[in-house]
């Protein structure tokens, strides 16, 4: 079968950035490849911006602030719900731009356009939604209120798991708000976010309300940080990383957004339906390779059924076809890059140092790159690195557990607090251990949980904020209080 990137609408695949309006190269000339992690071609090069590009966005968006905040709530939402249109009517295009320069399985990229779409869909009918409050006066000649207005100018700093959907989950709040942005996508991957750009032009946002910049990290980041007139950053990524753009952000004292790694435990209790856990377990650690801030990094698994899970979910993982996401059945791609590979190789080399053994996997994959066989290690233990560190990669690691409490102290015992998920039956269970998880996210019976209506975000060191839901769109306003006297 051929691999090569063809599109109903070629237009799509843009190789320069958005800034005011136009579609413009680095000042320099200097590009960037982009690559296909399944074969290592180069599909594109793009501009390498820098300093000046960088303050020509922040300038536009700062320009197109006024008239865009002075739009209607239902005006803006308008255009966003053109852009929405646009983007699924695209699934197919979009979703093998992604496979491309990502490497996910062409369904799994089409079903993130959907869910990116849903992003784009659910901001535009909040946006008439962002009410006010009328408060009860303490003095009987005054009248107090609180309305909500848009931050200002936002930058959105993004990563390549979810080419799509970590923009659209920033942006479409932030634009439904009445704030204007500068996004700067992940260098492996700014062809899914060039896309998007292409389609809210064509979706009429005007000039300077949307402008994307592609381009060394450190650099645009820290013009983006360090610039009194951006006003918000929003960031999903690496905490190392989210540390460094939140302590950037302190000179300017910007309100920031992250959402950072995690350790997702996933508790299989004695009572729990194993089918069901089994399933639960494929989708949530083998989904996009393992590639995922909520899938799960570590199973704790209940003494008495441990055996069963274990032969259970190797034999799945066994079948699971590894190859080029263009290709039929294929449910695990590559990984994004050979850093990614060498982490997870670590990450095994480590558990088998420490005595844990391979029921499934436990080597690169004969297709070579930067393929990986789905693994499974049984008898890991907290020490390992692979409980600890996030894997990202396509590994499951099964501990051992002989009570609740035993299995909370160990799911709880990390610095992150992004997504974990259980299995029981026991309804009191499910509350009790729900609550008690250290997590801004718990899937009970499930291994997947996130919707565009629905609040997404971690605790500790996992991030700040929400994204999606109704409380997505606050990250984007600031609540004014006006005090009427003489009344
Ligand atoms: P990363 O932190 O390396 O990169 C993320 C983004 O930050 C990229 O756009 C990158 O170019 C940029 N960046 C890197 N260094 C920078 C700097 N010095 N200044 C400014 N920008 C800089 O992360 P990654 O490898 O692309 O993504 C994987 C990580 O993201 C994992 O830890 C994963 O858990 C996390 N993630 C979290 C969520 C979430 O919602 N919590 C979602 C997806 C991914």
Known sequence: MSHELRLSQPGLLRTQCLIDGQWVGADSSMTFPVTNPATGDILARVPAMGTAETLRAIAAAQNAWAGWRGKTAKERAAVL????????????????????????????????????????????????????????????????????????????????????AMITRKIAPALAAGCTVVVKPAEQTPLTALALAELAVQAGFPPGVVNLVTGDPATIGGELTSSPQVRKLSFTGSTEVGRLLMAQCAETVKK???????????????????????????????????????????????DSIYDAFAERLAAKVRTLKVGNGMDEGVVQGPLIDVSAVAKVEHHIADALDKGARVLAGGERHELGGR???????????????????????????????????????????????????FYTRDLARAF???????YGMVGVNTGMLSYDVAPFGGVKQSGIGREGSRHGIDEYLELKYLCLGGM
């Open 81 to 164: 719900r053109r852009w929405y249109e646009l983007i699924l009517s695209l699934t197919d295009d979009l979703g093998r731009i992604i496979t491309a320069e990502q490497g996910k399985p062409l369904a799994e990229a089409r079903n993130e356009i959907v869910y990116a779409a849903g992003f784009v869909e659910w901001f535009a009918e909040e946006a008439r939604r962002a009410y006010g409050e009328t408060i009860p006066s303490p003095v009987a000649d005054k009248r107090l209120l609180a309305i909500r207005q848009p931050i200002g100018v936002c930058a959105a700093i993004t990563p390549w798991n979810f080419p799509a």
């Open 256 to 302: 920031v957004s992250l959402e950072l790694g995690g350790n997702a435990p996933f508790i299989v209790f004695e009572d729990a339906d194993l089918d069901a856990a089994v399933e639960g377990a494929l989708l949530s650690k083998y989904r996009n390779a393992g590639q995922t801030c909520v899938c799960t990094n570590r199973f704790l698994i209940h």
């Open 371 to 421: 393929f990986f066989q789905p693994t499974v290690l049984a008898e890991v233990t907290p020490e390992m690195l692979c409980t600890r560190e996030e894997t990202f990669g396509p590994v499951a690691p099964l501990l051992r557990f002989g009570s609740e409490d035993e299995a909370l102290a160990i799911a709880n015992a990390t610095e992150y607090g992004l997504a974990a998920y």
């Open 432 to 438: 009790r251990v729900g609550e008690a998880l250290e």
